[in-house]
C-alpha cells in the first residue's frame, strides 16, 4: 500500500500549509506515523514523527514552526507549517518509522516562494 500525502502547494514565505495523510487502519493503528521530505539536489529526510500514543519528535531546526498531530479516529496524520521559509521547499511524504519502502507514495509539492 502507498501512502498518499495531500495538502501541498504555493505559498509566499511567511504562509502556511497543512499536509494530511490517510492510512489503512491496520497500519495506522500500530505505528509511529511520520513525515519526510526531499528538497530537489537533497536526499529524504525525517521531518517529525508521532507515536499511537500521540509522543512526538521533531527535528530541530523545525520545532516551534511545524506541528505533527494524528487523528486516530480518521487514521489520518498531519503536518501544520507555518512562517514557512524558502528553504521548506520540498516534496513531503508520509511513511512510518522505521520506514517501510513498501510504503512511498508520491508525495506532495510544497513550493515556498520568497
Known amino acids: 500500500v502507498q501512502l498518499q500525502a495531500s495538502g501541498g502547494g504555493l505559498v509566499q514565505a511567511g504562509g502556511s500549509l497543512r499536509l494530511s495523510c490517510a492510512a489503512p487502519?491496520?497500519?495506522?493503528?500500530?505505528?509511529?506515523m511520520a513525515w519526510y521530505r526531499q528538497a530537489p539536489g537533497y536526499q529524504r529526510e525525517w521531518v517529525a514523527d508521532?507515536?499511537?500514543?500521540?509522543?512526538?519528535n521533531y527535528k530541530r531546526s523545525l520545532k516551534g514552526r511545524f506541528t505533527i498531530s494524528r487523528d486516530n479516529a480518521k487514521n489520518t496524520v498531519y503536518l501544520q507549517m507555518n512562517r514557512l521559509e524558502p528553504e521548506d521547499t520540498a516534496v513531503y511524504y508520509c511513511?512510518?518509522?522505521?520506514?517501510?519502502?513498501?510504503?512511498w507514495g508520491q508525495g506532495t509539492q510544497v513550493t515556498v516562494s520568497s
Open positions: 511513511n512510518t518509522l522505521p520506514i517501510r519502502g513498501d510504503f
Open positions: 487502519r491496520s497500519i495506522f493503528s500500530i505505528n509511529d
Open positions: 508521532i507515536t499511537p500514543s500521540g509522543q512526538i
